[in-house]
């Protein structure tokens, strides 16, 4: 590998979906997978194949079907997390093992209640254990910036010698500034014996914000490797975001020496992005870096009138570089089949004839209501009707009447897998509440909602709406949902049986109990 190719890692499958609410089905896993080996990822973490039936699924069926990038598994330092991950790599041909320990003093005292000595004993044997299953091996201790450098220089010589080929240094609870960071990674290329055998990586959590700034300050000072993921998915405030870190790369080459890339195809960032938005129901803020609505607007006249003369003055980057098209195509009921599966195309989506006519007879319907049909809405409609987790539940009819001085009332007609037909009716506080209740009524699950929104799609009176819901099982898992139409009341109901959907498809997927309909 040249010295000045910066591997990009993502983890979007394995810290990303560790989000609060952003839990993926296997075969939607899968879609990203592909996607993000199509934009050219080096690395993907695919699992934590350990930790659920459906974990191990998804990262095998990545090792099975993908042979660009590395596919990787996440490993616990011990025998049974590293037995587990060995098995669902296996058909991979290029395959990683990523194990970790917790090296900080906070964490090996109160939460693994060991000594440094045994922590780097297991940590030696980890790494020694995953040679049975693959060379490429990756150590992380867990903690890293809060850990004794001393320490850090010991463990990391030691796992060197054991055979790890990564270093990964994660900032597991975002805790250092840029310089920091920088630091670190500095000191670790000095003083850490065969150092130049190993890539070093950075793994920075966003805590303060600081995800993407700690990750270059890493690059700037010698690391070759960053976990990223995209949207800057990730436990609490998330991870470095991966379109922030190539974008970043690209666009300051100067700042690292010039001579600084990754392996990315920039113009598949924007299509990525969306895709997982949509299928984890994660809302991209408008004013989100690189990939936000507003990433690319001017609205100040200053600013529009510098564009038009010359658009270097406002813009360093360009919407075309990540694969917004600068030409925004419309369609409506006349663009016929063809004219919609083209733009489909254009837009990245590779879809099969059944899903097609799908999307196509939606598009039909939405063309009915609204004359204009943007890219935003072709994206929604596919996200919608092109569903990948199974539907347990289907709505059949929705009538909400609602109004001032009427209780508003909801009644839905649900058809199960195994073809049942139940009908309920509800009052509650709104159309939104009675629709629910009589949903909870007819599919037999009583999640609790945790969050609900609804936003337009695009501007005007005849916007698609979108809403986003989480609910939370009483197991304590929580679940997004999402639904559109241009009926808002409408789009809420869907996107609650799309969320009872996915957790019903989760307790099936880990081994338990095929929910009773
Ligand atoms: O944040 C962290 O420390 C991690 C490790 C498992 C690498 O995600
Ligand atoms: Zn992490």
């Known amino acids: 590998m040249s010295n000045d190719k910066v591997l990009i890692f993502d983890t979007t499958l394995r810290d990303g979906e560790q989000s609060p609410g952003a839990s993926l089905s296997v075969s939607e896993k899968l879609e990203i997978a592909k996607q993000l ?38 490993a616990r330092a011990s025998q049974k997390d590293i037995v587990s991950a060995g098995q669902a790599l296996a ?9 970790f320990i917790a090296t900080s003093p906070i964490h090996m005292e109160h939460k693994l209640r060991k000594k440094p000595a045994e922590v780097l004993k297991m940590a030696v044997e980890a790494v020694k254990m995953c040679g049975q299953y693959t060379q490429d091996i990756e150590f992380s201790p867990e903690d890293a910036c809060r850990s004794e450098l001393p320490f850090l220089y010991e463990i990391l010589a030691a796992v060197i010698e054991a055979g790890a080929t990564t270093l990964n240094i994660p900032d597991t609870v975002g805790y250092v500034l840029p310089y920091e960071y920088g630091q670190i990674v500095a000191k670790l290329r000095e003083n850490v014996k065969g150092i130049e055998k190993a890539v070093i990586s950075t793994h920075c959590h966003n805590d303060l914000g600081m995800a993407t700034a700690n990750s270059l300050a890493g690059v700037r000072n010698g690391a070759r490797q960053v976990e990223c993921t995209i949207n800057g998915l990730g ?6 975001a991966m379109e922030e870190i190539v974008m970043a790369i690209q666009t300051r080459q100067d700042f690292f020496g010039g001579m600084v890339t ?4 920039t113009k598949e960032i924007y299509r990525t992005s969306q895709m997982v938005s949509q299928l984890t129901g994660f809302v991209i803020q408008p004013n989100k870096a690189i990939v936000g609505a507003n990433a690319f607007a001017h609205e100040s006249g200053i600013h529009v009138d510098g564009i038009l003369k010359k658009r270097e003055t406002y813009e360093i980057m360009t919407p075309e570089m990540i694969g917004l098209s600068g030409s925004r195509m419309v369609l409506g ?9 083209d733009r489909c195309k254009q837009l990245g989506f590779e879809l099969s004839e059944k899903e097609i006519q799908a999307a196509y007879e939606r598009f039909l319907a939405i063309a009915d209501k609204k004359k204009e ?9 596919i996200s919608d009707e092109v569903r990948t987790v199974e ?56 999640p609790t909602l945790e969050n609900y929104t609804i936003r337009a799609v695009t501007s005007g ?57």
């Open 333 to 341: 009921r006349h663009s016929g089949r063809h004219g919609f599966v």
């Open 391 to 446: 539907q347990l539940y289907v709505l059949e009819y929705l009538n909400v009447t609602s109004g001032t001085g009427t209780v508003p009332t909801g009644t839905v007609r649900i058809r199960t897998r195994d073809g049942k037909v139940r009908q309920a009716a509800a009052c509650g506080d709104g159309p939104v509440d009675a629709a629910y209740e009589a949903i909870r009524q007819a599919t037999r699950q009583a």
């Open 37 to 74: 080996a199509k934009m050219g990822v080096d690395i993907i973490e695919a699992g934590f194949p350990v930790s659920s039936p459906a974990q191990f699924e998804a990262t095998r069926l990545c090792a099975e079907q993908l042979s660009g990038p590395v596919i990787c598994g996440l």
């Open 235 to 240: 436990e609490r405030a998330g991870n470095a």
């Open 91 to 99: 058909p991979a041909p290029r395959r990683r093992i990523h194990t």
């Open 373 to 381: 049909i943007f890219d935003e809405d072709i994206a929604a409609i």
């Open 262 to 265: 990754t392996n990315v195809n």
């Open 461 to 517: 009176k005849e916007a698609l709406g979108e809403a986003n819901v989480r609910i939370k099982s009483k197991e304590g898992k929580t679940f997004a949902g999402r639904g559109t139409s241009t009926d808002i009341i409408e789009a809420s109901a869907k996107a609650y049986v799309d969320a009872i959907n996915r957790m019903a498809a989760y307790v099936e997927s880990n081994g338990g109990e095929k929910v009773s309909l």
